[in-house]
């Protein structure tokens, strides 16, 4: 499985963007299917997940201001994000929830396909 996002530019506070995401090679559909970010310095968190069944969840530092989404196609997901903060810049990835693993090296770790980055201008 190949997970690429995209959609992630420059805008400034108060802006919008839209990000897309493809879980290429995927056969099934991933239930609970999620966005993340990663901040410079900082850790990753878990900013929303759509649940197959139509259910979501958002970060409280997103509530209200980000939208997830299932696409048509299968494990294609979007983020609608609004109001844009300054501290909404991060590069953000889809995953699943919990995250991808895969083995590198003889051990499992979680796997991260291609960020798209949003940076935010106050």
């Known amino acids: 499985v190949q997970l690429q996002a995209s959609g992630g530019g420059l805008v400034q506070a108060g802006g919008s963007l839209k990000l897309s995401c493809a879980a290429y090679?995927?056969?099934?559909?991933?239930?609970?299917i999620a966005w993340y970010r990663q901040a410079s310095g900082k850790q990753r968190e878990l900013v929303a997940v759509?649940?197959?069944?139509?259910?979501?969840h958002y970060a409280d530092s997103v509530k209200g201001r980000f939208t997830i989404s299932r696409g048509d196609a299968l494990n294609t997901v979007y983020l609608q994000m609004n109001s844009l903060k300054p501290d909404d810049t991060a590069v953000y990835y889809c995953?699943?929830?919990?995250?991808?693993?895969?083995?590198?090296?003889?051990?499992?770790?979680?796997?991260w396909g291609r960020g798209t980055l949003v940076t935010v201008s106050s």
């Open positions: 995953n699943s929830d919990p995250p991808l693993s895969t083995v590198v090296a003889g051990k499992i770790v979680d796997y």
């Open positions: 090679g995927a056969t099934i559909s991933i239930n609970r």
């Open positions: 759509a649940y197959s069944g139509g259910g979501t």
